[in-house]
Protein backbone atom coordinates (compact mmCIF):
# COMPACT_ATOMS: atom_id res chain seq x y z
CA UNK A 1 0.00 0.00 0.00
CA UNK A 2 1.24 3.23 -0.94
CA UNK A 3 0.92 6.13 1.40
CA UNK A 4 2.55 9.78 2.15
CA UNK A 5 3.25 10.87 5.61
CA UNK A 6 5.26 13.73 7.05
CA UNK A 7 7.99 12.07 8.92
CA UNK A 8 10.73 14.38 10.67
CA UNK A 9 13.80 14.21 9.43
CA UNK A 10 15.76 13.53 12.27
CA UNK A 11 13.63 10.84 13.63
CA UNK A 12 13.65 8.75 10.26
CA UNK A 13 17.51 9.16 10.01
CA UNK A 14 18.12 8.59 13.59
CA UNK A 15 15.90 5.08 13.10
CA UNK A 16 18.08 4.30 9.74
CA UNK A 17 21.54 4.97 11.90
CA UNK A 18 20.55 2.48 14.86
CA UNK A 19 18.37 -0.03 12.61
CA UNK A 20 21.50 -0.20 9.59
CA UNK A 21 19.27 -0.13 6.57
CA UNK A 22 19.82 2.12 3.95
CA UNK A 23 16.34 3.02 2.73
CA UNK A 24 13.79 5.36 4.68
CA UNK A 25 11.15 2.61 3.61
CA UNK A 26 12.69 -0.54 5.74
CA UNK A 27 13.82 2.12 8.50
CA UNK A 28 10.06 2.35 8.73
CA UNK A 29 9.04 -0.98 8.58
CA UNK A 30 11.51 -2.20 10.82
CA UNK A 31 10.28 0.47 13.33
CA UNK A 32 6.42 -0.38 12.82
CA UNK A 33 7.94 -4.23 13.56
CA UNK A 34 9.20 -3.57 16.43
CA UNK A 35 6.02 -0.97 17.84
CA UNK A 36 4.02 -3.61 17.29
CA UNK A 37 6.49 -6.33 19.42
CA UNK A 38 6.48 -3.95 22.17
CA UNK A 39 2.51 -3.42 22.24
CA UNK A 40 2.06 -7.45 22.65
CA UNK A 41 4.56 -7.98 25.31
CA UNK A 42 3.41 -5.23 27.11
CA UNK A 43 0.19 -6.97 27.04
CA UNK A 44 1.54 -10.17 27.94
CA UNK A 45 2.70 -8.67 30.82
CA UNK A 46 -0.63 -7.20 31.77
CA UNK A 47 -1.51 -10.85 31.68
CA UNK A 48 0.84 -12.36 33.33
CA UNK A 49 0.75 -10.63 36.33
CA UNK A 50 2.42 -10.18 39.45
CA UNK A 51 6.18 -12.59 39.07
CA UNK A 52 6.35 -12.54 43.14
CA UNK A 53 3.44 -15.17 43.43
CA UNK A 54 5.43 -17.93 41.12
CA UNK A 55 8.28 -17.04 43.17
CA UNK A 56 10.26 -16.57 39.60
CA UNK A 57 12.01 -13.33 38.36
CA UNK A 58 11.89 -12.19 34.90
CA UNK A 59 15.87 -13.66 34.99
CA UNK A 60 14.75 -16.43 36.14
CA UNK A 61 11.74 -16.93 33.76
CA UNK A 62 13.76 -16.30 30.26
CA UNK A 63 16.28 -18.32 32.23
CA UNK A 64 13.60 -21.43 31.87
CA UNK A 65 12.93 -20.29 28.00
CA UNK A 66 16.45 -20.76 27.03
CA UNK A 67 16.52 -24.31 28.67
CA UNK A 68 14.05 -25.45 26.14
Known amino acids: MRTTI ?3 GDLISEVMKV ?6 KKA ?4 LKEYLRYKKIEELKSLIGNY ?15 ER
Open 6 to 8: DIN
Open 52 to 66: DSFNLNLEDLEKMRD
Open 19 to 24: SGTKTK
Open 28 to 31: ILIA
